[in-house]
């Protein structure tokens, strides 16, 4: 079954910085393009950031645009998200996605840059203290 691994995620103050990443390397489901979103509680699922597959164009929600960077290490398979200047309202589970390009296994998708994307992994908690 293909899986997303995510990693990084923790307790950090305001002001402060996480590397988020996200193992793809046993994921064989093509995907146009893989990034991240989020789910704070009581709300609903937030869009962050993705890259493309075909020209490593990358999208950034406006609340994050300066303060996140996505990357990626191709021959590892490895995405990071880089984050800077954390505020609270920052606190979520981060998810790493793919927008698939084939059947999503019913998986719900979650809207990024006007691309659908599913979560195959269990997430990673940010916790940004005041």
């Known amino acids: 079954q293909d899986l997303l691994v995510e990693s990084g995620g923790g307790l950090v103050q305001f002001g402060g910085s996480l590397r988020l990443s996200c193992d793809a390397s046993?994921?064989?489901?093509?995907?146009?393009?893989i990034g991240w979103f989020r789910q704070a509680p009581g709300k609903e699922r937030q869009g962050v950031s993705y890259?493309?597959?075909?020209?490593?164009?990358?999208y950034y929600l406006d609340a994050v645009k300066g303060r996140f960077t996505i990357s990626r290490d191709k021959i590892k398979k490895i995405v990071f998200l880089q984050m800077r200047n954390l505020k609270p309202e920052d606190t979520a589970i981060y998810y790493c996605?793919?927008?698939?390009?084939?059947?999503?296994?019913?998986?719900?998708?979650?809207?990024?840059?006007?691309?659908?994307?599913?979560?195959w992994g269990q997430g990673t908690q940010v916790t940004v203290s005041s």
């Open positions: 046993g994921f064989t489901t093509g995907y146009y393009a």
């Open positions: 996605a793919t927008a698939p390009s084939g059947p999503s296994g019913g998986k719900p998708l979650v809207e990024i840059g006007g691309w659908g994307f599913a979560a």
């Open positions: 890259i493309s597959n075909s020209d490593e164009s990358t």
